[in-house]
């Protein structure tokens, strides 16, 4: 016979041998034990974590001849046809491919025939989510009230897809994912039966990788060991065959994002890309890293949540102190994005350096999470006694016809005092004003008018119409008797386009010997 995959060899043929599902496995032999045996169960979990296997050990154990302890003996007639596949008794269907009303109905025509041999006929409905509509209608009425010999096993990784009708006629079971100890513990014990030489920080990896699956966890064991054959496989190995990036390099990778390295960063990436390390792969495992970094940063008690060696913990603490919280979490979020779009796109090796450049400059976001980022990097510029980089800008205007300079207005030779008055308590009386015309204020400047009319000039021709509205004139000047205890005469002007402010009208700054402070 050929050569059989290791999850094919070691799947578990009793119950004793699953791992990571006790909760699921003493439940169904107690019912087995004391006969209470139900017409219809569903099994769901993620990939990987023994649904089939359990619904095949479960169909042997009730129409094992001699069970012990609700676990088939795996000696008699009835254990070993199951177990060969040649039993009628056990009929497995793959609803992915049979998931039509008429496979249904074949269903429904052949539970009219008791078992030849055995107690019970066991279907097990594999991917039952992917039935139609109609067919689980068609399955509804057998599933609610089947012979007594019939035993329906429905295992899915999708519960939400499944009618609640359906549902509501089942034993629900959630197969959960298996820790990385308990994987671990089982491909050494399966490592050891093969006489295979695997290092214990491979075997940890491995487990890791296989993200709570142990089917997972046998193939990729299968894989490395496949490719160096007859040698010692490594934890560097590991790495190369599976296309993974070591921790070393998330940290390396880690630290010249936070140092705003970008000829560091894509030098990096250009390393990894051409030692053949798969992209995907290293956003998803980078955005892990990342993770790790924000548990220890937000707790000091998580050495017992991170599967991360003594030696890396330290580092990984240490790298900690150097970012943020807020710009980690940043971090994760563009990262987590963009091992959405990788999966889907054809230039993975853009993307991933248009993302390193992106977290390297935050100026190019303009997203209110990258803010702060965005004002960090302008403190460390300044604190290196750099300038903040300055962007050129072309500002294109239309052609003003430039008006002549008239003579430029003489200074009166003296201010009356209230005049002088209203100048140097401007500002408070602009404060004073209501919210729209305090804005236009803050922009005005000062000037003196015949008969010592007070004029309040504006930058341009909008400002101005907008400050001199009578009821606006009317609270300057109240506002104006409010501060000086005398009504003043004002009148608003504005700057005409293409002029100064001095070619027109009077500072009275200069005559008063005061700095006005003009706010934007």
Known sequence: MGYTALYRKFRPTEFEDVKGQDAVVKTLKNQIRTGRISHAYLFCGTRGTGKTTVAKIFAKAVNCEHPVDGSPCGECEMCKAIAAGTSMNVIEIDAASNNGVDNIREIREEVAYRPTEGRYKVYIIDEVHMLSAGAFNALLKTLEEPPEYVIFILATTEAHKIPVTILSRCQRYDFKRISIETICDRLNELIEKEGLDVEDKAVRYIARMADGG??????????????????????????????????????????????????????????????????????????????????????????????????????????????????????????????????????????????????????????????????RALEAEVEKGLSAPQTERVVYREAVEEKPAGPKPELPKALSED???????????????????????????????????????????????????????????HLIEEKIGKTMEIDVRHVEEGRHFEDSFVDIQKMIHMDITIED
């Open 214 to 375: 142990m089917r997972d966890a046998l193939s990729l064991l299968d894989q490395c060991v496949a490719f160096y054959i007859g040698e010692r496989l490594t934890y560097d190995r590991v790495l190369e065959v599976l296309g993974a990036v070591d921790v070393d390099v998330f940290s390396r990778i880690f630290k010249e994002l936070v140092a705003r390295d970008v000829k560091g960063v894509i030098e990096t990436l250009d390393e990894l890309i051409m030692q053949g390390r798969e992209l995907s792969q290293l956003a998803a495992d980078f955005t892990w890293y990342l993770r790790n970094l924000l548990l220890l940063k937000s707790s000091e008690n998580m050495e017992d949540v991170l599967d991360v060696s003594t030696e890396n913990l330290v580092r990984m603490k240490e790298e900690a102190e150097l970012i943020e919280m807020d710009e980690l979490i940043r971090y994760i979020r563009i990262f987590s994005d963009l091992t959405n779009q990788l999966k889907f796109s054809s230039q993975k090796r853009v993307l991933l350096e248009v993302t390193f450049i992106k977290l390297c400059r935050p100026q190019m976001e303009s997203g209110p999470d990258a803010l702060l980022s965005r004002i």
């Open 419 to 477: 005049i002088r008055n209203v100048a140097k308590n401007f500002r408070s009386i602009a404060d004073n004003a209501s919210m729209m015309l305090k804005q236009y204020l803050k922009q005005a400047r000062l000037s003196a008018g015949e008969n010592d009319r007070l004029l309040i000039v504006l930058p341009d021709e909008v400002s101005a119409g907008f400050v001199a509205k009578p009821e606006h004139k009317e609270e300057i000047i």
